[in-house]
């Protein structure tokens, strides 16, 4: 079965500062793709930012951009320039062979003024 | 319609109840997904369908849950006997295509509080 582990509950940022969310993950699969998706209270989830396991380039989505180490599973993201409007909750989630996401715990994440 | 539809946004009910809840996919999406989110938790898979058929139930926790898509479109998830530890948020998600990564579309959610 797949684990998605987001170790931080809680992270504080400054506005127009950088902030990175750690994530990581177990599988058997060497074909997968990873997502971070942002839960604001509407409580929608919205994509954020998706990578292929098999592409070894970051993805890049404007101020967020992930840092993929596929050896570590590990998949952070990263969100620069900080805004008040990215304060939320956010999901690492997996995708393998089948059709269900799997999600981590979330990280939730205040931007402070 | 231009977004995945859920309603309602807020059931409560009492203990032992019977509850049903919609979702409305984006029009022409094959796959419906439903998840279950518990407060301060990720969602968690509670079932899958491709068109009318439901090729995944296995997240499902109990024979209470039943959950059907009779005409490939609307979806509804129907708890029987609610307890009080299905009080949670449901989200439901639809895709374009059957498989793949392509991007699933989530609704807002129903938030079920069992007394």
């Known amino acids: 079965a797949q684990t998605v582990t987001q170790s931080q509950p809680e992270m504080s940022v400054q506005e127009a500062e950088t902030v990175t969310l750690s994530c990581t993950y177990d599988t058997s699969e060497s074909d997968y793709y990873l997502f971070w998706y942002k839960q604001p209270p509407s409580r929608q989830m919205i994509l954020v930012i998706r990578?292929?396991?098999?592409?070894?380039q970051n993805a890049t989505e404007n101020r967020f951009s992930v840092n993929f180490q596929k050896a570590a599973k590990s998949f952070s993201l990263k969100i620069s320039d900080s805004q008040l409007g990215d304060a939320a909750m956010y999901f690492c989630a997996t995708f393998e062979a089948g059709n269900m996401l799997t999600f981590g715990g979330g990280t939730r994440l205040m931007v402070k003024p | 319609g231009a977004g995945v539809s859920q309603s309602p946004r807020y059931k409560v009910a009492k203990r032992g109840q019977d509850v049903a809840l919609r979702c409305d996919p984006i029009?022409?999406?094959?796959?419906l997904f439903w998840y279950q989110q518990a407060l301060g938790q990720g969602p968690e898979f509670l079932t899958y369908?491709?068109?009318?058929?439901?090729?995944?139930k296995s997240g499902l926790p109990s024979d209470r849950f039943f959950a059907e898509r009779p005409e490939g479109s609307v979806s509804t998830l129907k708890i029987q006997r609610t307890q009080q530890e299905d009080s949670a948020v449901y989200l439901c998600?639809?895709?374009?295509?059957?498989?793949?990564?392509?991007?699933?579309?989530f609704g807002s959610g129903t938030q079920l509080s069992v007394l």
């Open positions: 998600a639809s895709r374009q295509d059957a498989g793949g990564s392509e991007k699933l579309f």
């Open positions: 369908f491709q068109n009318e058929a439901q090729l995944d």
């Open positions: 029009s022409g999406h094959v796959s």
């Open positions: 990578q292929e396991a098999y592409k070894q």
